[in-house]
């Protein structure tokens, strides 16, 4: 009982993070192997993250304790060049705190063929931010005068709670199941003003078009499965691992409110919107992925590869309801229909990494990583499209490993960047005519640019060692 209570003190402890990567599947690494070298562990995960690299591991290794990630401070910077219209330029940048990781592994039987887990962490928190407004006149005349303004914000978090479970069918071959609860949270808010106005008597409105929608959709929780398997010698390893797409929801729900107000003295119209509920029912989806990793040594060093493809999601209803905005106290027509929809496209991640064993107490580690956009959209009502707007996003990272007695410390840094242009419009603020102000225009001309750093410090204690570890791991 011990350990379980160490684990649940440090669960609480475990730092979350701020990040506007909210369309990437390789946004975080975890534990002293899998920073320092970006994820390239697949094939031999010889730590406690083996419960989330590949549970096919989890006996192959000779020492059982618990592995916590505490400090990693992260900057990270976001601009977009023409996201609110040609000429627009956005920068959301933030300081705070990449995921934690805790994890313990110990045996439920007096064997050492059989080896348990169990690990807290987040894999996903993202928090967009963009606000901007825009005041010009609407050529080619000076009689009309426009005004702009938006909010957007688009917040997303994902906590897995897992249990692994490891079967040793010889000293270098394991397999493995870890089975994770999955928590996902999202919300999007959305607050858009254009107007057009008078030049002469700016407080006189041709036309105006004010909208706020905002929704929240949760799930509790999903289950995702992974299964792995491990071969593991002196100077060779090779991985292969399988992730379910989520499944097995308990519960989910969602709510939205939206209110819209149309004015236009041209033809004299006038429109009004108003609404908000909660709804039981939402869907949520995940990808397949498979993962496959390699490593071989010579001499001091080690060699290390990994991948991991993500299978496309079609497009799918997150949420659709069809309500009464007057709850049946107007005579006339009053229902409306809202309903978000979104989709993936299918991602290959590929990482490297370098293992230097200086000696029996400091290991030196370095690692490269890809993190694609799997470019996915979020469209409302079929008119209102948001596609992420961050870029394909490539990591260097580099560091020491460092053991104390029966601890192991591990400090590294992380640098990310990445770079794209082309990108959807999420609309057009500085294009508005009388024509077109009551539509949702944009083009496919935004450029983006991310970059962050992050420095980590990880620990992990082994409290029993079972075997001779393997040459080139602590």
């Known amino acids: 009982m011990r350990i379980f209570n160490i684990f649940l003190v440090l669960a609480f402890l475990s730092s979350t993070a701020y990040s506007q990567t909210d369309a990437h599947y390789w946004s975080h690494q ?78 439920p039987f007096k064997t050492d063929k059989i080896v348990a887990g169990v690990a807290s962490f987040k894999r996903l928190k993202s928090n967009t931010n963009f606000d901007d407004r825009i005041v010009d006149n609407i050529n080619p005349t000076d009689v009309f005068v426009f005004r702009s303004d938006l909010k957007f914000n688009r917040k997303k978090s994902e906590d897995w709670y897992g249990l692994a479970l490891g079967y040793k069918i010889n000293e270098n071959l394991g397999i493995g199941i870890s089975q994770f609860s999955v928590w996902h949270g999202q919300s999007l808010e959305l607050d858009f003003t254009k107007e057009i106005l008078l030049s002469r008597s700016p407080s006189s409105i041709v036309q105006s078009w004010k909208s706020k929608f905002d929704y929240n959709l949760d799930v509790h929780s999903g289950w995702i499965s992974k299964l792995g398997l491990s071969y593991v010698a002196d100077n060779f390893g090779i991985g292969l691992t399988v992730t379910t797409p989520m499944y097995g929801v308990v519960r989910s729900s969602a709510s939205y409110a939206i209110d819209d107000q149309k004015l236009s003295i041209i033809d004299t119209s006038f429109q009004v919107i108003s609404n908000r509920a909660s709804l039981d029912d939402a869907t949520y989806k995940s990808p397949l992925s498979i993962g496959l990793g390699i490593d071989f040594g010579f001499g001091k060093y080690r060699f290390f590869a990994s991948s991991e493809y993500f299978r496309n999601i079609e497009t799918y209803t997150l949420f659709s309801d069809t309500s009464d905005t007057f709850d049946g106290v107007s005579i006339g027509e009053s229902e409306y229909t809202i309903s978000l929809t979104s989709g993936n496209e299918h991602v290959l991640n590929v990482a490297f990494g370098i293992e230097y064993l200086k000696n029996d107490r400091m290991t030196y580690l370095w690692g490269f990583r890809t993190d694609f956009n799997q470019s996915n959209n979020l469209m409302i009502n079929q008119s209102a499209e948001y596609l992420s707007s961050t870029p394909d996003i490539f990591h260097i990272s580099g560091g020491v490993l460092k053991t104390f007695g029966s601890s192991v410390f591990s400090l590294g840094v992380d640098l990310s960047y990445g770079k794209a242009t082309g990108g959807r419009q999420l609309t057009d603020l500085s294009n508005i005519t009388t024509d077109n102000i009551f539509t949702f225009s944009g083009d496919d001309s935004v450029e983006s640019q991310y970059y962050s750093i992050s420095i980590f410090l990880t620990y992990d204690f082994i409290f029993e060692r079972i075997a001779s570890s393997r040459k080139h791991q602590h």
């Open 30 to 107: 975890f534990g002293a192997h899998g920073l320092l070298l970006n994820g390239a562990v697949i094939s031999s995960a010889l730590d406690e993250t083996s419960i989330y690299y590949n549970p096919g591991s989890i006996t192959l290794d000779g020492n059982l304790g618990f592995a916590f990630s505490f400090i990693s401070p992260t900057y990270s910077n976001l601009s977009n060049e023409n996201f609110l219209g040609n000429g627009t330029s956005l920068s959301d940048r933030g300081l705070g705190f990449s995921p934690g990781f805790l994890a313990v592994r110990f045996r």
